[in-house]
């Protein structure tokens, strides 16, 4: 079942162009030169119930746009959404009901208040029931350990503590749908760690579904079963990381250290560098298996220590991103 | 209703966290009142009446007008401003209320921490140094709380109106200023209508702004008479209605072309 559909989806705005300097300033005022852009570019896509989608792309792609569209914040320029049967646009407070969302880079919670205070609050708006409330803190705070903070003022949080108020009170009302916009941006290793196994917790215990914004390719590939990348506001691929991962590097390098210096070849390899008694070779994972490449060589020449390396994901994914830059013109 | 009556609730909380805020505040509005009130009584210099109000009633307009002001800060329209222009208005509009609703229930909040805060302290002093602020009879307060509230809801829109334009030019600026002078002259809070010339005073009294300190403390110190009450009540909900039919429908506008800025 989709418990998101978006198709044919654009959002436009006009941007007024200033010119600069003095002379610029004083022409702003009387004329004013205005273009239209197109930050989302008739996106479509269907997204199933309890997945975990990743929404990457370079900055300024368009993913917040999108997420702010689902969310029922912005309005579309063209094109229909539907999350859980029904539009954002049209019944904003219904589809938000159902709704879980945190900002990276803003937090929802209150300065002013104590985190508590702050969930209390969220009890009210969404008119959580008082057992359903217990229960959710309860399990929340099993993930989490939020219990030793609770008590403190917003404003005295660092931000990973700050990151998991703000995950906790996304979840209070146990939304079937959460949207993350770089949930783990200027996070350490430790408070990262815990922020992607909470995702992959809450996931797993209230089936929900999760749509993941980041620059953080560790996240993607911990935690999603699907990318969907996204440049200029089109969506340029669509499918599971290791799909993608054949379809742009296919190939893997293999490297050796023989006892002494040699340039063994091999018809099903390249050899791309020979460092004294160090070979690499780039091979296709669709022609040839390692073992069988390992065990060819070794044929020729004795071999010391062998060391496999998958393409790295960041590369990909920049090979992906420079590709959609040179189909726009 | 729920949520709304607890914003308003953590408002006041918050609210008495910050005491300095407070005393000062005090300060300046002590002196403030003083002021005005000794301006009024050199202004009188031992006349009877003028335009049917004597001296003491001008006093107590004053004072009355100076507690009000006090209870009439209006956050929304700066709210508005703020939140558009850091963005943050996206995460109000997450919430499955009414954003509007939740400005209304922070300054109502704001209100009545003013009132224990501010209100009442100020009553204590004014009724120390010009003996007590008292109203025409019991009705006639009564009439003026009434009053008063509408005429609350009347600035909450003015306010909230303004902070609409945030959306398209997302500063105010010096439009809350121009605001915050044209109330201040033409709601009667520092002068009462009836010392403008006739023809100016008529077409004052058309406009919104007299219904929210005007006609409450000329209530209040029983400047009008009964039926003269019941018109200009009347007349004040019609505004109120007309002013709220007016902001709901730019509300709706401008939540089509609302844009959220970073990120």
């Not at chain 1, 159902?98 to 990276?104: D, E, K, M």
């Not at chain 1, 430790?190 to 992959?200: H, L, N, T």
């Amino acid at each position: 079942m989709n418990i998101i559909e978006v198709s044919h989806l654009i959002k436009e705005y006009k941007k007024i162009k200033k010119e600069s300097g003095l002379r610029g300033a004083v022409k702003n005022l009387f004329v004013q030169k205005s273009e239209t852009v197109r930050a989302v570019d008739d996106i479509s896509f269907a997204i199933e119930k309890g997945n975990i989608v990743g929404y990457i792309g370079p900055n300024g792609a368009g993913k917040s746009t999108t997420v702010k569209m689902l969310s029922g914040i912005l309005q579309p320029t063209s094109g229909e959404i539907l999350v859980n049967g029904i539009s954002p646009q049209r019944d904003r407070k219904r589809v938000v009901q159902n709704l879980g969302v945190v900002f990276g880079q803003r937090s929802q919670l209150n300065w002013d208040l104590r985190l508590g205070e702050t969930f209390e609050l969220l009890k009210r708006i969404y008119q959580i029931e008082d057992k359903t409330y217990k229960d959710n803190l309860g399990m929340l705070n099993e993930i989490f350990q939020i219990d030793c903070f609770i008590d403190t003022p917003v404003r005295q949080l660092s931000l990973g503590q700050r990151m998991r108020g703000d995950l906790v009170a996304a979840m209070l009302h146990s939304p079937d749908v959460l949207f993350l916009d770089e949930p783990t941006i200027g996070l350490d290793v430790e408070a990262k760690y815990s922020v992607r196994k909470f995702i992959k917790e809450i996931n797993q215990r209230s089936q929900t579904t999760i749509i993941l914004t980041t620059h953080d390719l560790g996240d993607i590939q911990e935690l999603c079963q699907r990318v969907i990348i996204i440049n200029e506001g089109k969506i340029i691929e669509d499918g599971s990381l290791d799909e993608l991962i054949d379809k742009i590097a296919p190939y893997r390098h293999l490297i050796i250290d023989f006892y002494q210096s040699t340039t063994v070849p091999h018809p099903h390899a390249e050899l791309i560098s020979v460092n004294e008694a160090r070979s690499v070779y780039r091979f296709r994972k669709d022609q040839i298996t390692a073992a069988r490449l390992i065990e060819d060589i070794s044929h020729t020449a004795p071999i010391k220590e062998v060391g496999l390396e998958e393409a790295k994901i960041d590369d990909i994914i920049r090979t992906v991103y420079q590709q959609g830059n040179v189909a726009e013109p | 209703m729920k949520p709304y009556i607890f914003i308003s609730k953590l408002r006041i909380q918050t609210a008495l966290a910050y005491r300095f805020n407070v005393i000062s505040t005090i300060l300046i509005q002590c002196l403030v009142m003083y002021a005005m009130s000794c301006f009024w009584i050199a202004a009188y210099n031992g006349t009877e009446t003028v335009s049917g109000v004597n001296q003491r009633d001008m006093i107590t307009y004053t004072t009355i007008s100076v507690i009000m002001g006090n209870l009439l800060t209006m956050g929304v329209q700066d709210r508005i401003a703020r939140s558009v222009r850091s963005g943050s208005v996206a995460l109000d509009l997450l919430k499955p209320v009414s954003i509007y609703g939740i400005y209304l229930a922070e300054d109502l909040g704001d209100c009545a921490a003013a009132f224990f805060q501010k209100a009442i302290p100020l009553l204590l002093v004014g009724t120390v140094i010009f003996g007590f602020p008292a109203p025409a009879s019991f009705v006639h307060f009564l009439l003026f709380l009434f009053s008063f509230a509408i005429g609350y809801l009347i600035n909450w829109i003015l306010a909230a109106l303004l902070g609409l334009c945030a959306f398209k030019t997302l500063r105010l600026g010096p439009l809350a200023n121009a605001k915050g002078f044209i109330m201040k002259l033409l709601s009667g809070s520092i002068f009462p209508l009836w010392f403008f010339p006739a023809g100016f005073r008529r077409v004052l009294e058309l406009l919104p702004f007299m219904n929210i300190y005007q006609l409450p403390l000329g209530i209040y110190i029983g400047q009008y008479t009964m039926d003269e009450i019941l018109l200009r009540t009347g007349l004040q909900l019609f505004w109120c209605a007309v002013l709220w039919l007016l902001f709901d429908i730019l509300q709706k506008k401008m939540s089509a072309v609302i844009l959220i800025q970073g990120g």
